[in-house]
């Protein structure tokens, strides 16, 4: 087989699918109600329903699903006891404007057992808005502008942040940024401290935060090295700069997230994806001295205070859907997904030695990245050297064998997969490498 049949296969199985992406393009850019758009092209994959780590579309093809609602259901699609908890709130109401019942306070404690560092948290609807608000806090509290990332991280929609942010073009400044964005912005090169070491010395008294991914998330699944995350630690606090930790999608990563994993607290941290159950529940949270700005019943003569609204940041459906995931998230789970992950990337490692290809994986817990370089991927510059398309190719043959991550060749194991899955998934991977020309 060459690219070229496995794309006539993905458009043969996919007759509806190709239809509707048709249909739904006259309205929809991308024909896609709100996301990315994964699998534009030749049709996207129109997903009908799903259940456990299954998917299936409008044609009835099943997949083994590692993209999981965008990072979402770690606990796989339809959890009884979300579903549960959903209906219930449902019956009596989804949204209120007005604090409601415990929810509220049920959901912060438990995200403050699994993040200490979280002492107050404030929900929003989506990780890009929490760290949006998690910038503006840490302006206002130190009176600085810039607010720094790291070159390849993720951090949502935000204009300043989508720069260099792993799916552009590396050099490219997207299109519609505002006066000043480019210059409020301060790059990092990830796990180089002695560049980032400079770059922060000298522009400290300006930087109100460092906002970064202690595990990269779309720059491949890939974790910074414990050293460059204790030094963040340190020279932010020498120099009052917040640092504050992306765990938007790192919050599953074992019962401390990756602030647990590293043993480093940061000031401020966000979150969201699977603390919302597959609903759209984020959150900023952190210092009391920080967030404390947004209670105006509290005047301080040193701080400000905030207004930060969110029509739907927290509301009741989201919250219980949120509480329902994170109180099955146990150690014993949190173990079987680390298991799971490990088996996949071992897995994936040895095929790659048996056939002699340039594939590697990356990650660490129910997180994997798969690559396809001779550089061994540790950041984000050797993330680039990664053939892009070809990983993009592997995807689309992956599909064609009922198996489906992002076209990045991101993966997520929920806790429904047991090994027998992985094995499926390590099977159709040896056969698209063959269906893809990549192994003779
Ligand atoms: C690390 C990280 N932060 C923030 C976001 C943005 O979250 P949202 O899409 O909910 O705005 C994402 C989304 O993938 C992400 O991966």
Redesign the pocket.
């Known amino acids: 087989m060459s690219f070229r049949d496995v794309m006539k296969e993905f458009v043969e199985r996919g007759p509806k699918c190709r239809a509707e992406t048709e249909r739904a393009s006259e309205h929809l850019p991308l024909g896609s109600p709100g996301?990315l758009g994964m699998f534009v092209m030749p049709h996207e994959l129109y997903v009908e329903r799903g259940e456990g780590c299954h998917v299936w579309d409008l044609d009835g093809n099943k997949y083994l699903d590692f993209f999981c609602g965008?990072?979402t259901a770690a606990l796989g699609h339809c959890n009884p006891q979300i579903v549960a908890a959903i209906t219930d709130q449902l019956t009596r109401g989804t949204t209120f404007g007005l604090a409601s019942g415990d929810l509220g306070p049920e959901l912060a404690g438990l995200i403050h057992d699994r993040l200490p560092s979280v002492e107050m948290i404030r929900f929003t609807?989506?990780?890009?808005?929490?760290?949006q608000n998690a910038l503006r806090m840490a302006r206002a509290f130190t009176g600085r502008k810039k607010v720094a990332k790291l070159s390849g991280?993720?951090?949502?929609?935000t204009d300043e942040?989508t720069i260099q942010n792993a799916i552009n073009k590396p050099d490219d400044i997207p299109a519609g940024m505002p006066v000043g964005a480019r210059e409020s912005l301060v790059l990092l090169p990830p796990n180089d401290i002695a560049a980032c070491e400079e770059i922060i010395e000298r522009e400290k008294d300006d930087l109100a935060g460092v906002l970064f991914?202690p595990v990269?998330?779309?720059a491949g699944f890939i974790p910074n090295t414990q050293e460059y995350v204790d030094f963040m630690r340190e020279i932010t606090a020498k120099h009052g700069i917040l640092l504050i930790f992306?765990?938007?999608?790192?919050i599953p990563m074992g019962t401390g997230g990756a602030q647990g994993y590293y043993g480093v607290q940061p000031d401020l941290t966000?979150t969201?994806?699977v603390m919302g159950g597959g609903t759209?529940l984020?959150a900023y949270g952190g210092r009391k001295d920080v967030m404390g700005m947004l209670d105006f019943r509290v005047k301080s003569p040193e701080l400000p205070n905030m207004m930060i609204g969110s029509t739907y940041g927290g509301m009741p459906l989201c919250l219980a859907a949120g509480i329902a995931a994170m109180k099955q998230l146990t150690p014993e789970v949190h173990a079987h997904l680390d298991k799971t992950g490990d088996y996949m990337r071992d897995g994936i490692n040895r095929l790659a030695a048996k056939l002699g290809v340039s594939l590697q994986a990356t990650g660490v817990s129910q997180f994997t990245g798969i690559h396809w370089t001779e550089s061994k991927v540790v950041d984000y510059p050797s993330f680039l050297t990664s053939d892009r398309d070809v990983i993009r190719n592997i995807m689309y043959a992956l599909a064609t064998h009922g198996v489906i991550g992002t076209p990045m060749g991101q993966f997520l194991n929920t806790t429904p997969m047991t090994s027998a899955d992985i094995d499926f998934f390590l099977e159709a991977l040896e056969q698209s490498l063959r269906d893809v020309d990549l192994v003779s």
């Not at 609807?125 to 760290?131: K, L, V, Y």
């Not at 991280?153 to 929609?157: A, I, Q, W």
């Not at 992306?246 to 790192?250: P, S, Y």
């Open positions: 996301g965008d990072w609807s989506s990780g890009t808005e929490a760290n991280g993720y951090h949502g929609s942040l991914e990269m998330g779309v992306d765990e938007v999608v790192t966000t969201g994806k759209p984020a």
